[in-house]
């Protein structure tokens, strides 16, 4: 099968590392020192300290100098990355200034010397570039910093005609990665019209402090949509009221950005315990920030008004058809339907199908609550996109369902709810809700909608903790919000892939024990919120980010390539010409 977007954009995350602490960095820029000078030793006092001075000193000039000077832009880096990248430069000039000296002596160092410190000039200003500030004109002096410092101790080690050479060299390197990083930035300005460095900036801003300056940019590629939301409102005779609520737009692209804590967010603005469950909806549908939320949670309120109330439910019943299983069960003259497809993956299901699905259910229920449980994760893949085989199985389930749902007698209601807190962070695979259950009994027949706040689950987790629900309920169903808050990076981090399956079973079985304890009598209204203008990805804006960046990325290397080999020639004629 082909790779989808949500897959090229997972490959992605493979360029994306942690910086080791400073200590270590400068540890080893210190010891490298320390070796030249005693690899150096015999070579004379023309080399006297050449590793000290002319390789550790400027890189801890620059450690020390980058992070403060960068912050007078009102940007940041990390003490981190500061030593890293003196620590990288320091390498990449030792091994251009002196591998070469063993086959060529002595006489050519300060030449080889010159033109390391303009790389290291060049390499410098593209990274403070990309991980800093995409300003170039703000990021020229903290880049400058180590070849500045190189160059004093260069004119103090060689003849007066260095200095002017290695200057030179600045200049003609600092103008082939500024014509590298402009080559970069072209691809998406073209196509979004947006900085790609300053989206990489503010990302790594993200991962460092927790920045959301990201929704700016999405907010500019993004696009509105209007997408219904069916709700059910359960009103009880004793105990908290409950709101089932199934938005049609995906709780991402990851952390707080966006719409990343959706499900959290929604469920704190109602007075009611709320669940918020997964509808159907793709990367496109990412809310581009936060504050898109409210729209929804407005229209929500708003359905409300003019509510009818009904006391009675069917008793639930389970569907199949291919690889899709659905548990139906009908409230008043609305139904909730539950779609999996474990063991098989259940992933993201496109916009359209579940549109397609709830718009013939209407021919016989008020409302169509469609749940893509999003509860067996295989791999990170594509979604189910319309007219596949997958989707035609979907469908064909749905319609199954309509018919099973439509002739089941109604009966009295109970519901009851509960909602466990567990000890599991987000790397761990667990959102800030923990798991909540609703439980429902009609004519004797006792059913548990068990939601865990996380993205997706891994294989066979959903079957373990179903058999565990299955001893005190007659039918169940596991599900995840799909909160991309466990997903700062990479997309892959399902319930049950840290933490043990064993280690989650108590904290679900408490939490069904505790709704079926809850169990009162309930009146249910349904209603479908017109969520309008809610502004989000936009229809293949992921696929074509994601499509762009890996463009980008595979002429990038070729492109640099060419750049400094131009840039090392220019140096070999100017040097032969100041000769």
């Known amino acids: 099968m082909e790779s989808g977007p949500d897959v090229r954009v997972e490959r992605l995350t493979r360029y994306i590392f942690s910086a080791p602490s400073w200590p270590r960095s400068l540890a080893i820029l210190v010891v490298l020192g320390f070796f030249i000078d005693a690899a150096t030793y015999r070579a004379g006092n023309e080399l006297f300290l050449a590793g000290t001075l002319g390789f550790s000193v400027p890189a801890l000039i620059a450690f020390l100098l980058t992070v403060p000077l960068v ?322 199985e979907y469908i064909a389930a749905a319609r199954e369902g309509f018919r099973a749902a439509r002739d089941l007698p109604v009966e009295p209601l109970a519901v009851g709810v509960s909602h466990v807190r567990v000890p599991f962070s987000r790397e761990q695979g667990f959102g800030s809700l923990g798991v909540q259950v609703l439980a429902t009994e009609v004519g004797g027949k006792r059913a548990a909608y068990v939601l865990i706040d996380g993205n997706n689950m891994a294989r066979g987790v959903r079957e373990d903790l179903l058999a565990v629900v299955l001893d005190h309920v007659d039918e169940a169903e596991i599900m995840t919000t799909d909160s991309h808050t466990v997903n700062t990076v990479s997309g892959k981090n399902p319930v049950g892939y840290v933490v043990p399956v064993r280690e989650i079973v108590p904290y679900v079985e408490q939490a069904v024990r505790e709704a079926v304890a809850d169990l009162s009598g309930a009146r249910v209204g349904a209603a479908a919120a017109s969520c309008d203008g809610i502004v989000v990805f936009g229809s293949q804006r992921v696929s074509q980010l994601a499509s762009t960046v890996n463009a980008m990325l595979a002429f990038i290397a070729p492109i640099s390539f060419m750049i400094l080999v131009l840039a090392f020639l220019l140096s070999v004629f100017a040097y032969i010409a100041l000769q």
């Open 71 to 392: 912050g007078i832009s009102g940007r940041h880096i990390t003490w981190n990355r500061s030593a890293l990248l003196a620590l990288t430069c320091t390498v990449l000039s030792v091994i251009l200034s002196l591998s070469p000296i063993l086959v060529f002596g002595r006489d050519i160092f300060p030449a080889l010397y010159a033109g390391a410190l303009g790389l290291v000039f060049g390499l410098r200003l593209l990274v403070l570039v990309a991980v800093a500030d995409y300003r170039i004109g703000r990021m020229v002096l903290p880049a400058f910093l180590q070849s500045a410092a190189g160059i004093a101790v260069g004119a103090w080690y060689f003849t007066p005609g260095f200095v002017p050479y290695a200057l030179l060299l600045q200049g003609v390197f600092g103008l082939g990665f500024v014509s590298l990083i402009w080559l970069i930035e072209r691809p998406l300005k073209r196509a979004f019209q947006i900085s790609g460095l300053n989206f990489l900036n503010t990302f790594i801003a993200h991962l460092t402090d927790g920045s959301k300056k990201m929704e700016d940019f999405f907010r500019e590629i993004g696009e509105e949509v209007y997408v219904p939301q069916v709700s059910l409102f359960f009103s009880r005779d004793s105990g908290e009221d409950v709101l089932f609520t199934v938005p049609n737009v995906h709780p991402g692209p990851m952390g707080d950005v966006g719409g990343g804590n959706l499900p959290w967010l929604l469920h704190d603005t109602f007075p009611e315990e709320t669940l918020v469950a997964h509808g159907c909806a793709t990367h496109d549908f990412n809310l581009v920030s936060e504050s898109e939320i409210g729209k929804i949670a407005c229209a929500v309120e708003a359905s409300r008004k003019g509510l009818t109330f009904s006391g009675t439910a069917s008793r639930p019943v389970r569907v199949a058809s291919g690889s899709v299983s659905i548990l139906c069960q009908r409230f008043g003259d609305a139904l909730l339907m539950v779609s999996t497809r474990s063991p098989e993956r259940t992933e993201d299901l496109d916009y359209s199908i579940g549109m397609a699905i709830m718009a013939e259910g209407r021919g016989s229920f008020s409302e169509v609550a469609f749940v893509d449980a999003h509860n067996c994760m295989t791999s990170v893949g594509s979604p189910v996109l319309p007219a596949t085989r997958i989707a035609t």
